[in-house]
């Protein structure tokens, strides 16, 4: 009698530049920047945009804001990553393979599915790491997965986690990381900051067309009409977050970062919620990151040192970034028990 053919993981994060030199962050912005799932704009628009106005000139100050995190190891977001894998196989036992990969640069999903179509698996279970699902993350990798694995000569079996956003072993993961950091920062306020995402990508993933941004209390709740709303599930991730950390509704609050070009970004943006922070008398703030499952350029340099420089700036007492999950004990059996989940559907 045969033994039982193993299941595999592919774990895939956003990815990141092999080094913080200039022409590899070109190389890595210009793949990333390309996905037309990232700016959705026509072909001709984008290829415009990039070589005129972002290409030119952004990558020089995007390497120098990577060289600020980059560490002995390489890239924090891989280091994480790597960890990660190698706990999760460890926490999976034999029966599983774990193999990782980035949407952009290396390691690549081809060669991950490659290494994972050498085990002779009976299935994947792909997981991109975005806790909540926005078409330019999770669908990006989803649908780069999907292409890749289609063009085999052997289609393999694939069953997909799309999001997270509210899973109790997720958001236990992130409480027990930022419980001790509260408790012995003490602050006045805790921010939750998360990537943020053009106003259209919200009303494109809306299929009513009358349910997103259209009212301020559009994303109070998750249901049939948004949700595949990132928006709607960030806020529904900071409900259950704030919950489980006992945070009260006026010593928290959630914001947007990272945004991109002069077309209007989700709201309340974080660099605008700092001086409103400031003005109301805060003066020690707490920040969470739970749009990231790895310390990573967004994280660390963003918030950890451009966010803290203006809040210094501010006449803010201290800013206190606190860690993402990286490859912790408890993120490591939530991951494992996704996995298994997901699996146990599949068969």
Known sequence: MSAPRRTGVLLVNLGTPASP??????????EFLSDPRVIDLPAPLRWLLLRTVILPFRPRRSAAQYASIWTAAGSPLLVHGRALAEALAAQLGPDFV??????????SLAGALDQLAAADL?????????PQYASSSGGSSLERVYALAGARENVPALAS??????????IEAFATVARPVLDAFRPDHVLLSYHGLPERHMRKADASGRHCLASPACCDAVG???RSCYRAQCFATSRVLAAALGLAPERHSVSFQSRLGRDPWIRPYT???????????VRRLAVLCPAFVADCLETLEEIGIRAREQWLALGGEDLALVPSLNASRRWVEAVARLVRARAELRR
């Open 98 to 107: 774990v193999a990782l990969a980035m949407r952009y640069g290396e390691p």
């Open 161 to 170: 986690i799309s999001d997270f956003h509210d899973d109790p072993g997720f």
């Open 224 to 226: 049939p009409v948004n």
């Open 21 to 30: 030199s200039t022409r590899d962050v070109r190389r890595y912005l210009r």
């Open 122 to 130: 009976a299935q994947i279970v792909v997981l991109p790491l975005y």
């Open 271 to 281: 660099d605008e919620r700092l001086p409103e922070l400031a003005r109301a008398g």
